[in-house]
């Protein structure tokens, strides 16, 4: 059983994101994936610092989290983009769930070898486009294969209906193209 991981990089209420990374996860359930959607918001995690992890370890919320990246094959990210680049949010929660735990621990064991499709959507005209750059980076350099194709929508705050969906119907297909996408991916790289 392919099993996915959805989360966007926004713990706002309501957030665009949140709703756009369930469309995704419909597309992968469709394709009889297991997935598990999850929301930031729980995961409150302190912003990394090497003293504290020294002292502490990995906070309790880092560690479940890492452990959820560990038990999944692939991610479907949706990231919101501020100031040309993805969430402080998501950018703190790579960093806590990269770190090794003991010296046997292989390194960015969360990471090394998943599959991520990414998205993005942002009330400006680009849709979170610019973000979406650095975070294919960021996810590359950890050993994350991220799929080529992408999606972002612009004006958020029109583009979803009351239930979270994406009202123009071709945008929502091909949002739910993503998850399904990562999944025929991920069962190709198995076999």
């Known amino acids: ?4 991981l959805a989360f966007s990089g ?20 469709d394709c009889e994936a297991e997935v598990t959607v999850v929301d930031l918001a729980y995961f409150d995690m302190p912003l990394y610092n090497g003293d504290l992890e020294a002292a502490q370890g990995l ?3 880092a560690r479940i989290f890492k452990q959820l990246l560990i038990e999944h094959n692939g991610l479907l990210i949706a990231s919101p983009e501020y100031n040309s680049a993805f969430s402080p949010l998501l950018k703190n929660v790579i960093d806590w769930t990269s770190r090794s735990e003991s010296n046997d621990e292989p390194s960015l064991v969360a990471f090394r ?34 799929l080529p194709t992408q999606k ?24 739910m193209n993503l998850g399904r996408e990562l999944v025929s991916n991920i069962a190709c790289l198995k076999s």
Do not use: C, W, Y
């Not at 059983?1 to 996915?4: A, D, E, L, Q, S």
């Not at 926004?10 to 359930?29: D, E, T, Y």
């Not at 029109?158 to 949002?175: C, R, S, Y």
């Open 1 to 4: 059983m392919i099993k996915i």
């Open 10 to 29: 926004s713990a706002r209420k309501n957030s665009f994101n949140q709703k756009l990374v369930k469309i995704a996860a419909n597309g992968a359930l």
């Open 59 to 61: 906070p309790e919320k």
């Open 113 to 146: 070898g998943k599959v991520a499709a990414i998205m993005a959507t942002s009330p400006g005209a680009l849709g979170g486009l610019r973000g979406l750059v650095f975070l294919r980076m960021l996810l590359a350099n950890i050993g994350v294969m991220v």
């Open 152 to 175: 972002t929508i612009p004006f958020a705050a029109k583009a979803f209906n009351e239930e979270g969906n994406l009202i123009d119907a071709a945008e929502h297909q091909a949002v």
